[in-house]
């Protein structure tokens, strides 16, 4: 085969040590390095004297970022899927695995994964630890619900959202060991004064002492979230500045709001000119179907495994996009989930929230609704040959006549 980079390098990296095979014209040497800062240095140091060009790696786990991280800016990384460079099974050692990682780059033969700058990659880091606090104080909330049900107080029966101003004062004064319903109830703002009657039956219950110390233990724990989430709030605000303009646009866009947009932003980034195609990026975000054609048959295709923090960002965006009456995203929504079901239909709205944002960033323009009846006008004519025929089958006799345009 043609060799296409001369001076190469394969690493196989482990969580404890880095196996380095250097192939150049003058030979191959294999050598093993640890994995502390020092060592990787020395590493740098030693592809540095083959006066190596390109460096490849897999992508394994969280192993390959120091690595990486140090030789970025000296050499040509290519940072392969462990999936697409399996070596020959049976044939599996730590310094094979490194000389066939080297042997496929020096041929040209690992396709590299898209690993974004090193801004970039800091704000990405900042927004996933912002998702996963977020997550982790939902779920501390539903744990506080899961006491109070134990204790026989439904006051999720009545608030709807049992963490509000309202609900948050009562549970607090629970915990501080207040016992009258009438006195909880009277702590009610705004509207949840109205059913002060079905909260005082609500908050009747049995709560003991440990249920008391633990949900004391769950409010200073959902506080410290808060406070931590607010921090996170404001660093990814003053990083994201520069691209104020870029959020506005894709805020534009139906069931999208800032931290969304923030959310997804620090996933594909600004440069939509790295994938060739909105397909391409769909596809890396795992919200495209997957192709499964057998005998000329085509089977179930499952969606693609992609970016699993930029896939929940583009569902929530479409789960609250088919809210919005009146879009073509809710038109979308309702047109599939009558053939298709849900879950089917959310994912293929996502994936046209993800088309429309990478085009508005490749195009430069803003987003335009095409409206609620965009499919009924893409399709007139069979709409109303099927309309026809259903009234006809309940033994009408129709005559269509157009009396005015049909759409605006």
Not at 123 to 139: G, I, K, M, P, V
Not at 149 to 163: F, R, Y
Not at 274 to 293: D, I, K, Q, Y
Request: proline residues 3%; charged residues 25%; hydrophobic residues 40%.
């Amino acid at each position: 085969m043609e060799v296409i980079h001369e001076r190469c390098c394969g690493l196989d990296v482990h969580k404890k040590k880095v196996v380095a095979c250097v192939m150049t014209p003058e030979g191959k040497e294999v050598r093993t390095f640890g994995t502390m800062t020092q060592d990787l240095l020395g590493l740098a140091g030693w592809i540095n004297d083959w006066r190596v060009t390109h460096v490849a790696m897999e992508s394994t786990g969280v192993y390959w970022k120091p690595v990486y991280n140090l030789l970025e800016g000296d050499f040509s990384l290519v940072l392969g899927n462990a999936n697409h460079i399996k070596n020959v099974p049976g044939r599996k050692t730590d310094v094979k695995d490194a000389e066939w990682i080297a042997d496929l780059l020096r041929h040209g033969l690992i396709r590299g994964s898209f690993v974004p700058e090193r801004w970039q990659r800091e704000l990405r880091e900042l927004l996933r630890y912002r998702t996963s606090l977020t997550q982790e104080a939902t779920r501390e909330a539903n744990r506080v619900q899961k006491v109070l049900e134990g204790a026989n107080i439904k006051l999720g029966d009545v608030a709807s959202d049992v963490l509000g101003a309202s609900g948050r004062a009562m549970i607090e004064a629970i915990a501080q060991g207040v016992d009258d319903p009438k006195a909880l109830a009277d702590l009610a703002k705004g509207r949840l004064r109205d059913k002060l009657p079905a909260l005082e039956k609500a908050l009747q219950g049995l709560i003991g002492p440990h249920q008391r110390m633990i949900i004391h233990c769950q409010l200073r724990h959902l506080t410290f979230l808060d406070e931590e989430i607010a921090r996170l709030d404001r660093e990814v605000a003053e990083r994201m500045i520069p691209f104020d303009e870029s959020i506005q646009q894709i805020d534009d866009v139906p069931g999208i709001g800032t931290r969304t947009a923030q959310a997804i932003l620090g996933e594909i980034g600004m440069d939509m000119s790295r994938f060739p195609t909105a397909s391409h990026l769909a596809s890396w975000a795992g919200v495209s179907p997957g192709n499964n054609v057998s005998a000329g048959k085509r089977k179930r295709g499952r969606t693609t495994r992609g970016n699993r923090w930029l896939r929940s960002a583009l569902v929530q965006a479409a789960r609250a996009a088919v809210r919005t009456s009146g879009t073509y995203l809710n038109a979308q929504y309702h047109r599939l989930a009558a053939r298709r079901g849900d879950k089917r239909a959310i994912i293929a709205v996502a994936h046209s929230i993800l088309t429309i944002i990478y085009n508005m960033l490749h195009n430069k323009t803003r987003y335009e609704d095409l409206g609620v009846q965009y499919f009924d006008k893409r399709t007139s004519q069979s709409l109303i040959r099927r309309t026809v025929q259903r009234l006809e089958r309940m033994g009408y006799t129709v005559t269509i006549a157009e009396k005015e345009p049909v759409f605006s």
